[in-house]
């Protein structure tokens, strides 16, 4: 591929990562009280809603 052929960056990465089966629950539970859909939505809203908070915490 030439240079100014560049692929553009994709807008999602998959990552892979490990969760015990009572985080696993506690991840179903809190996405099916708010109607998520599936795991992976849930667990995006989770971070980016720890990552708000901690962004608050430090700017107080």
């Not at 960056?9 to 089966?21: A, C, L, Q, V």
Request: proline share 3%; no cysteine.
């Amino acid at each position: 591929m030439k240079e100014s052929q560049a692929r553009p960056k994709p807008e999602h990465h998959r990552i892979g990562t490990t969760f015990t089966d009572d985080e696993i629950e506690s991840i179903d539970a809190w996405g099916f009280a708010r109607r998520i859909r599936n795991r992976s939505e849930a667990i995006r809203r989770l971070v980016s809603q720890a990552l708000i908070q901690e962004v608050k915490t430090a700017t107080d």
